[in-house]
T-cell receptor
Framework: EAGVTQFPSHSVIEKGQTVTLRCDPI?????LYWYRRVMGKEIKFLLH????????ESGMPNNRFLAERTGGTYSTLKVQPAELEDSGVYFC???????????FGDGTRLSIL | GESVGLHLPTLSVQEGDNSIINCAYS??????FIWYKQESGKGPQFIID?????DKRQGQRVTVLLNKTVKHLSLQIAATQPGDSAVYFC?????????????FGQGTILTVHP
């Protein structure tokens, strides 16, 4: 069984540019989550999809971040325009049910210059 | 080890020793807890989970203990191996309207010396 895959693994962009991160969850997992870890901080929740619907987006920092999951399969997280403080590692996870283990991808390391 | 500020607690052990990693959680309403292992350049890897109706759960070489009275979680690793060297995170699922949202601790660095 393929795990959670994220693309790209690294991204370096300049402040003000746009970046789109992609996550492919484990097949059959309706629940998909985005988290991020910024320098020196703990991993923080961003949002939770159940199929194509946003169940909880309480962790999204501001309206420069837009997450989508059209069709309820893969998800994208777009940052537009990127700011310096957006640098960090963005993780995606998926689970069959919300109260079951979440399995994580290896993350996208985002650097804003 | 407890998380303090930006500096991760560390634990150094010799190969073959048993390791105990501690975690304090914040929300008394949390009812599901997970331990993750993270190696350099990788994402968090699921190790073991426990629900609030249990106080102990065992896996292969790992045991998780839950003390709800003092909101404390621990991970015990038996016969620690060099491959166990990593950062270990506890995470809690607080339930309620945000069910699914995990809150992570800052992590503990485990170093196993051959």
């Amino acid at each position: 069984e393929a795990g959670v895959t994220q693309f790209p693994s690294h991204s370096v962009i300049e402040k003000g540019q746009t970046v789109t991160l992609r996550c492919d969850p484990i097949s059959g997992h309706d629940n998909l989550y985005w988290y991020r870890r910024v320098m020196g901080k703990e991993i923080k929740f961003l949002l939770h999809f159940v199929k194509e619907s946003k169940q909880d987006e309480s962790g999204m920092p501001n309206n420069r971040f837009l997450a989508e999951r059209t069709g309820g399969t893969y998800s994208t997280l777009k940052v537009q325009p990127a700011e310096l403080e957006d640098s960090g590692v963005y993780f995606c996870a998926s689970s069959q049910q919300p109260n079951q283990p979440q399995h994580f991808g290896d993350g996208t390391r985002l650097s804003i210059l | 080890g407890e998380s303090v500020g930006l500096h991760l607690p560390t634990l150094s052990v010799q190969e073959g020793d048993n390791s105990i990693i501690n975690c304090a959680y914040s929300n008394s309403a949390s009812d599901y807890f997970i331990w993750y292992k993270q190696e350099s350049g990788k994402g968090p890897q699921f190790i073991i989970d426990i629900r609030s109706n249990m106080d102990k759960r065992q896996g292969q070489r790992v045991t998780v203990l839950l003390n709800k009275t003092v909101k404390h979680l621990s991970l015990q690793i038996a016969a620690t191996q060099p491959g166990d060297s990593a950062v270990y995170f506890c995470a809690e699922n607080s339930g309620g309207t945000s069910y699914g949202k995990l809150t992570f601790g800052q992590g503990t660095i485990l170093t196993v010396h051959p």
